[in-house]
């Protein structure tokens, strides 16, 4: 007997907070799975808070993250203003100077976060800081230094642990999905890969519910991998436009070609044909060719 198809998300779901679904973060965050999201995210800008805690040191970590970030998700503008605070403070002790470090600082950790969805750059830079912990560094001290950081990673690892254990949520979807006679194993293992990508893009200024935003990232997913190979040769864009325009709607941005690659399997050439501008005169029209020179 084939399991009950679940519902498949609205558009009014998936639509962004706004004028038509007004961002209530208090009534969003009061879901069980999404306060751990929330928390989640609220610890990945504490972990990246504490990393540009140390003036010091900031220079060598701003332009280290400015080579490893995406270039479409790098928070150029925040990490510039963070720079120049830090420029001030140094050449000044005052509560002003300080204070306005401070606003940069939260300011560039709340946006180095989204562009750092996988914490591969984030953990690249706190081990190598953590390696160097018997360098001495001004006030305050590099172990102190340390110290937080490896406090900070540890909460983070620990509740992202905790959100990605959503058994429940992955079973309803696998057997949703799967196709009869197909094993449930590998759906399993697909669709926990999902959830990580969602764990990691999740963003609950947005106002969407984790549940829904994991949902739609779990069942792309799994129709990926249970979709038949493409045959060879050109195909139709309308999937890969339609996919763009969901996710730009559920994560505010438009998607990178890595994430339109991990949804849709498509070739390189066939994703970066789907994100370039669609124009409805690619060609020019008879009138507007030049006529045969005598």
Do not use: K
């Not at 004028?19 to 879901?31: C, E, F, G, K, T």
């Amino acid at each position: 007997m084939t399991p009950a198809r679940s519902p498949a998300l609205s558009p009014r779901a998936l639509a962004p907070a706004g004028r038509d679904r007004p961002l209530d973060a208090l009534a969003v965050s009061r879901h069980p799975s999404t306060g751990a999201a929330v928390r989640c995210f609220e610890l990945r800008a504490d972990l990246w808070r504490a990393l540009l805690g140390q003036p010091a040191a900031l220079a060598s970590i701003a332009e280290r993250a400015h080579r490893a970030l995406h270039p479409e998700l790098r928070p150029d503008g925040p990490l510039r203003r963070l720079e120049a605070a830090a420029q001030v403070l140094g050449c000044s002790d005052d509560l002003g100077p300080r204070l306005a470090y401070e606003a940069a600082r939260r300011a560039a950790s709340d946006a180095l976060g989204p562009a750092d969805p996988d914490r591969c750059v984030v953990r690249r830079l706190v081990g190598d800081i953590l390696a160097r912990r018997s360098v001495p560094l001004a006030e305050p001290t590099l172990g102190r230094w340390c110290d937080i950081l490896e406090r900070r990673q540890a909460a983070l690892d620990a509740a992202l642990n905790l959100l990605r254990a959503r058994d429940e949520q992955i079973g309803r979807l696998v057997r949703a999905l799967r196709p009869p006679g197909r094993g449930c194993a590998e759906l399993v293992v697909v669709a926990s890969q999902g959830l990580q990508w969602a764990v990691g893009r999740y963003d609950p200024r947005r106002g969407v519910r984790f549940d829904r935003f994991a949902e739609w990232w779990i069942r792309r997913m799994i129709r990926r991998h249970l979709a038949p190979p493409p045959a060879p040769g050109p195909r139709p864009r309308a999937e890969l436009r339609s996919t763009c325009a969901q996710f730009t709607t559920l994560h505010g941005r438009a998607p990178t070609e890595e994430e339109l690659l991990a949804l849709t399997g498509e070739p390189l050439e066939q994703v970066r044909l789907a994100r370039a501008p669609f124009s409805h005169h690619r060609y020019p029209r008879e009138r507007e060719i030049d006529p045969a020179p005598p």
